[in-house]
């Protein structure tokens, strides 16, 4: 299939400042960010007519493979003489799936109103009780109690949207 440049420069365009963002949290070296990102759009683009959902959450979750097959395929090459202790894979594995979890939590939650997420940041990242968040936000706690109700199902519903599984 040959490569149709205009896709794959929409893609950059639209997602890559963020998805190299993501790679660069789980790899310090961004010489091999750029690489990461460039494959997982390439894959991507290949995989384009198929997808369906979120291309945002499709790229992370592509990117995340390419990294996890990236760190094993370095385990079967010979290792260089040096001290520093390997890290378990499914430690790998698992620090990725959180910086996914984080990036499309942090997405889905730019989506919501601000009255919702705003009311959801207070209750679950700041950890305020109802009444806290009342005083905070200088709403009623009925109010607070309300949006959190509607702002959690909304969630939810934006997490279908973008092909999160729960």
Known sequence: MPLDED????IYREHGTALRRFVLSASRDPHLADDIVQETVLRVWQQAPEITGSMRSYLF????NVMIDNYRKSQRRPQEADDR?????????????ELLNR????????????????VLV????????VNEAAVQLNIPSGTVKSRAFYAVKALRTILDEMGVER
């Open 103 to 118: 990036v499309l939590m942090e997405e889905a939650l730019l989506r919501l109103s601000a009255e919702h997420r705003d």
């Open 61 to 64: 979750r592509t990117a995340r």
């Open 7 to 10: 896709v794959v420069a929409a």
């Open 85 to 97: 202790e390997l890290a378990d894979p499914a430690e790998v594995t698992g620090r990725v799936d």
């Open 122 to 129: 207070a209750l679950h990242y700041r950890r305020f009780t």
